[in-house]
């Protein structure tokens, strides 16, 4: 690519595309509205980005829907259920406490987007809260918001990500079996691991 080509200064940014103004600053606020309140309450799917020495990680989180608690209008409460256990996400916060959240509705076009600062609790009044199928998540990210507001629906409707006509077949996709198996030189995944998923999958949900 040409150094001549590429943007390096924010006068340049600036001058490609303007200064936000009018519905895209007015919907940024330090707090939870009741419009926001909703959508939180809606959404089933949190996308959670964070940052710290090694880089950025950017880590998708899901329950049923309203499983983010709002504990206070500038505090969010989300559960943490059993993963990878790779705690990329979290080795970040302990170095780095910013955090920004990406919630998404299935049908709802708009997302909304969370800045702030987050820290890890295990405090057990709070975890209580959290429990499904009579067990604790395995930690509860605390969230101070600094910034909230809602994008525009037009990266959904763009990508059709809700349209049942752009379902893609998950067949038609190396499986994660194959993948691993792949990566790993064959020392992992493989059709058993693949044959056993939905039951593995199953049994650790909580």
Not at 98 to 116: D, K, M, Q, S
Request: aromatic residues 6%; hydrophobic residues 40%.
């Amino acid at each position: 690519m040409s150094g001549e080509h590429r943007i390096t200064t924010l006068e340049q940014l600036e001058a490609l595309y303007g200064k936000p103004s009018g519905p895209a600053v007015v919907k940024e606020v330090d707090r939870i509205s009741k419009g926001y309140r909703k959508l939180i309450e809606a959404s089933p799917f949190v996308a959670i980005a964070t940052c710290g020495p090694e880089g950025l990680d950017c880590s998708p989180k899901g329950d049923p829907a309203g499983f983010v608690r709002i504990l206070d209008d500038q505090t969010l409460a989300i559960p943490d259920r059993p993963g990878n256990n790779r705690i990329d996400g979290f080795r970040n916060i302990l170095r780095d406490p910013r955090i920004a959240l990406l919630f998404l509705i299935p049908g709802v076009g708009e997302t909304l987007r969370v800045n702030g600062r987050a820290s890890i609790s295990i405090d057990p009044e709070l975890m209580a809260g959290f429990t499904i199928n009579g067990k604790l998540p395995r930690c509860v990210l605390v969230v101070h918001i600094e910034a909230i507001f809602f994008h525009c629906s037009k990266a959904i409707v763009r990508s059709k990500l809700w349209d049942e006509a752009t379902k893609i077949d998950r067949k038609s996709l190396p499986s994660t079996g194959a993948i691993i198996a792949e990566l790993s030189q064959g020392q992992f995944g493989g059709d058993d691991y693949d044959r056993t998923a939905p039951e593995r999958i199953k049994a650790g949900l909580y």
